[in-house]
């Protein structure tokens, strides 16, 4: 069955400090890899889409990377600002699918504290 | 560009109710979802499309139902709504299914099914 696991479900960090937050996936075929970020309230916004050759793709602060062979993914997220509290959700796509179909982890809650 | 929007952002029903949320995007994508949200679990796909006039069901398709008359509206109906049905639900489209196609998110309706 394809899942996407991520670790951990929660997290609270004080400003300024970094953080990294973890995902497996047992998806095959695998197609790409995808970090989104969602405001309470607010839809999924993309921060970066990876494919099976990327092993590493940065957005600003935020930098995701990728090992297919271990089939895990972090998203690691430098210098945290109060605006990065958010839940960050893994998304993954497989490959044989030609309808765009994702698969989503049940997400990381993150809370930046001053 | 609005992107993707949603009407309404809010809404009750009493059990047994119907209503029809709906989708419309402004950036011409060919590709629709409809999506579930509930606590703890990661997004659920209900209802696709993959162009005007074509849907197809996703991973928990019962108890709704879906048109794609334009190619910018997706429409999702409750015919007789259930308390199980209560969930945050997200509407979104992507251009292609190609890897780096990014789905874009509405800012999702919050039902609550009394």
């Known amino acids: 069955k394809n899942q996407v696991e991520q670790s951990p479900q929660s997290l609270i960090i004080l400003e300024g400090k970094n953080c990294t937050l973890q995902c497996n996936y047992t998806v095959s075929p695998f197609s790409n890899l995808r970090w989104y970020k969602q405001d309470t309230g607010r839809g999924p916004v993309s921060l970066t889409i990876m494919t099976f050759s990327e092993n590493t793709k940065s957005n600003g602060r935020y930098t995701a990377t990728l090992d297919a062979d271990t089939k895990q993914s972090s998203l690691h997220i430098t210098a945290s600002q109060l605006s990065d509290s958010a839940s960050y959700i893994c998304v993954v796509s497989a490959g044989s699918s030609n309808t765009g179909k994702l698969i989503f982890g049940q997400g990381t809650t993150l809370q930046v504290k001053p | 560009n609005a992107g993707v929007t949603q009407t309404p952002k809010f809404r009750v029903l009493k059990t047994g109710q119907s209503m029809t949320l709906l989708c419309a995007q402004d950036?011409?994508?060919?590709?629709m979802y409809w999506y579930r949200q509930d606590p703890g679990m990661g997004l659920r796909l209900i209802h696709y499309?993959?162009?005007?006039?074509?849907?197809a069901k996703g991973e928990v398709p019962d108890g709704y139902n879906v048109s794609r008359l334009k190619k910018q509206n997706f429409l999702l109906g409750l015919e007789s709504a259930a308390p199980s049905q209560t969930s945050v639900y997200f509407c979104?489209?992507?251009?292609?299914?190609?890897?780096?196609?990014?789905?874009?998110f509405g800012p999702g309706t919050r039902l609550t099914v009394l």
């Open positions: 950036m011409n994508h060919e590709y």
């Open positions: 499309s993959v162009g005007e006039g074509t849907t």
């Open positions: 979104a489209s992507t251009r292609g299914t190609r890897a780096y196609n990014e789905q874009f």
